[in-house]
């Protein structure tokens, strides 16, 4: 007789819509919560945010009184929504509701970690390369996730993701925008492809780490504009050279013509540039864009040059052209017959060139995460989601993403953005549905939340929350504290 086989007893996970049936000791489809037992347990730790201590200030007179003799102050725990878990149903009180006093303040933060189908990631890449044109489609394995934006100064912008891209076109698309967007997020490296073929971009983009294209890595962002770089180093070039080009894709400078030139008492030279004149000394559009000097398709700068004016230029004119990040540059002489012809560059000049890449910052690719918080997300903090958003406006709510400082968009809703760089590692994860899982955290008054009508018979003290199983990390570069009184309106009551 054949041996019966033991069926293996699944738990059901309601923590997202998905609704996963998970076997003892193994994760659901989100990789975010198990069955421990026939026990449905969230895998990360809770995280808190550790402020540092603050020094005691000097205590003279009566004030010596009232020491209790520690030498620190207002060591701020914030229990960030970092491994919280979600709220789902919808209608739920957030996973932790806590509460502490904050210089006599009773402070409580709503802690939950969203279902953001309405999300994106918008990248800031520091480069003068051209990696696509406006409206280019992303692409990362072969599957649309966002498009180019306006180009910023010295920088290259990306709109990823959002909810066209996650649930509006094939399931491979919104699986792989989850993925794209879950990592970025992460600060992960993600291998993107702008563009179509004939003209298509390879950019590897790690939040705070330098962009790499078609396998180059950037070190510089620019300085400025050419017309830029003309005005911050004219005075620096007027002894050195008798004219110098600054080779940019948007605005190239001549000393010469140019204000800063012309106030210095430089000599015209009768030079020609190709391209579309603007005001004295600017030009645009001198070459096509693309990944040379300055962000065009130029490799050799004398390209972009006409014929000099023969009744204006003279033989042995020193001629200096340069990129905007000072990373290229080359130094001619004219002849007999006004041809710029490659010399040897004096040691100034080469200090020059020095001194631009000198004053460029170092080349960054930035995420910033960007989501809405709806009407569901809301209903774990308030029984009326409408009196949160408007205790938002009202500075009355402070709102934080892991703990980081969260823009808050004008206009209707809570559409928030948050520097990933900010935010504790690993923040962010998902849901198959696909969405992604973010911690957003609401910080108010315990009077303000009992006025908003929120879950108050949840709220506990942060001491309960903490345990030896709790992650704890130190607040982002910016320092930023979601309960320093300065963020509140009430402040100007006191």
Request: net charge negative.
């Amino acid at each position: 007789m054949a041996e019966r086989r033991v069926r293996e007893e699944k738990i059901r996970c309601d923590a997202c819509p998905v609704m996963c049936f998970i076997a003892d000791g193994k994760p659901g489809a989100c990789d975010r919560y198990a069955n421990h037992g026939g026990e449905l347990v969230r895998l990360d730790p809770l995280t808190i945010v550790e402020h540092s201590a603050e020094l005691v200030p000097f205590l003279q007179g009566d004030e010596a009184g009232d020491w209790d003799g520690d030498v620190v102050k207002g060591h701020r725990r914030f229990v960030t929504a970092v491994g919280a878990g979600t709220t789902y149903p919808d209608y739920k009180p957030a996973p932790f509701i806590v509460s502490q006093e904050i210089e006599g303040v009773d402070m409580v933060t709503v802690v939950t970690e969203g279902i953001f189908s309405y999300c994106g990631a918008k990248v800031k890449i520091d480069t003068d390369r051209h990696i696509g044109d406006e409206r280019d489609v992303v692409r990362v394995d072969g599957e649309p996730i966002g498009h180019v934006m306006t180009s910023e100064y010295g920088s290259k912008m990306l709109s990823l993701g959002g909810v066209e891209h996650l649930t509006g076109g094939s399931k491979k698309e919104g699986r792989v925008t989850c993925d794209a967007l879950m990592a970025l997020c992460n600060r992960e490296a993600v291998e993107m492809v702008i563009g179509e073929e004939d003209h298509a971009t390879t950019v590897m983009v790690q939040a705070g780490e330098a962009p790499v294209i078609n396998g180059q890595r950037e070190t510089l962002m620019r300085v400025g504009c050419g017309s830029a770089a003309i005005g911050m180093f004219a005075k620096q070039w007027r002894d050195i050279v008798d004219e110098v080009v600054v080779v940019d894709d948007h605005i190239t400078g001549v000393l010469s013509e140019h204000q800063a030139g012309q106030v210095l008492g430089v000599p015209p030279t009768g030079i020609r540039i190709k391209g579309r004149r603007s005001t004295p000394g600017r030009y645009f559009q001198v070459a096509e864009p693309g990944l040379g000097w300055g962000g065009t398709d130029i490799e050799d700068p004398l390209t972009i040059l006409d014929t000099w004016k023969p009744n204006v230029a003279w033989e042995g004119l020193r001629l200096f052209m340069v990129s905007t990040t000072g990373e290229q540059w080359a130094y001619y002489e004219l002849d007999s017959d006004l041809v710029p012809q490659a010399g040897e560059a004096p040691e100034a000049v080469r200090l020059s060139a020095e001194r631009i890449a000198e004053n460029c910052e170092p080349s960054v690719s930035s995420v910033l995460f960007m989501g809405g918080a709806g009407g569901s997300l809301r209903a774990g903090v308030t029984e009326n989601p409408v009196r949160l958003t408007r205790s938002v406006r009202e500075a009355l709510a402070k709102v934080s993403c892991g703990g980081a400082e969260a823009y808050v968009w004008p206009g209707g809703g809570i559409t928030v953005m948050a520097d990933v760089m900010e935010m504790p590692s690993n923040s962010f994860g998902y849901v198959p549905t696909p969405a992604i899982v973010a911690p957003i955290e609401f910080t108010m008054r315990v009077s303000d939340y009992a006025a908003l009508g929120g879950h108050v018979e949840e709220i506990r003290p942060v001491e309960v929350v903490l345990g030896d199983e709790t992650r704890k990390v130190g607040p982002g570069a910016a320092g930023h504290d979601p309960m320093e009184k300065g963020h509140y309106r009430w402040r100007d009551d006191e």
